[in-house]
């Protein structure tokens, strides 16, 4: 059941997406060669509690962290851990903050001292399909709508749209309805409604859109070993059109 919330559930669930987005800006200055996932984690988990917010990740179905760090092949749920970014690597952060029992969720990926034009250029095609999405995130369109402008864009860019996981409904819970996928055809699917709030995180490939699972059972990878890229929002569905909760302006 998609659940509604009302303005001042929404504002509450801005409140959570304004640290978020905090942290974000806060881990973009640290993204450097030789600084270690574990540290990014550190200092997000840190930087929550100084906020009042707490990592919902950390405790979900048994995961230790309060981010997940994926680099290069990983296309989402890495472990922080002691490895050491390199240059030419890309990483992406993906956190949840939790404020008073509402949640805002967001990824983003960063590129670690100078990389490819390859890389660059991922970076970039994925950060533009998930504005492309959001540009359709207004009431009356249905979540197939957002999924395929998604997938119309990437592929026409040459790259691949990840299949296995998607975008979701969010508030008290952090996977809610609907499910939001990033492919697929337009019309289908629920229509959007006021008072929806979703998330939009399109993961894009260089190589194959198909993913294997490392034996951690959470570190989901590309099969080709092709760098992948992630970049989310969480988004709410107003009479004004898709407000951006975790914006970073």
């Known amino acids: 059941m998609i659940t509604l919330k009302t303005k001042e559930q929404i504002e509450y669930m801005n409140k959570a997406g304004e640290i978020l987005a905090a942290c974000h800006k806060e881990i973009a200055k640290m993204i450097r060669p030789g600084i270690t996932t574990q540290e990014i984690d550190q ?14 990740q950390k405790g979900y179905n048994g995961y230790q962290y309060a981010t997940c760090a994926s680099v290069n092949d990983v296309i989402c749920h890495g472990f922080p851990g002691k490895y050491a970014l390199q240059d030419g690597d890309i990483v992406t952060i993906d956190m949840v903050v939790n404020l008073n029992g ?5 990824a983003w990926s960063y590129a670690v001292g100078e990389v490819t034009p390859e890389a660059q250029r991922l970076l970039d095609v994925t950060k533009t399909s998930l504005y492309k999405g959001i540009e359709l995130a ?11 402008a998604i997938q119309v864009y990437a592929e026409g860019e040459g790259l691949s749209v990840v299949r296995e996981f998607i975008g979701h409904g969010i508030g008290e819970k952090m996977h809610e309805e609907p499910q939001v996928p990033h492919y697929g055809p337009p019309h289908r699917g629920p229509r959007l409604k006021e008072g929806m709030v979703i998330t939009i995180e399109p993961m894009l490939n260089i190589g194959t859109y198909r993913s294997k699972l490392d034996s951690d059972g959470w570190t989901a990878r590309t099969q080709d070993g092709s760098l992948s890229a992630q970049y989310e929002h969480t988004i709410a569905i107003t009479a004004d059109g898709p407000v951006i909760l975790t914006a970073q302006s």
Request: proline share 3%; no cysteine.
């Open 43 to 56: 200092f997000a988990e840190a930087f929550m509690k100084k906020n009042g917010a707490t990592p919902e």
């Open 138 to 148: 207004v009431i009356g369109n249905r979540i197939g709508d957002i999924s395929h």
């Open 102 to 106: 509402w949640l805002a969720d967001s």
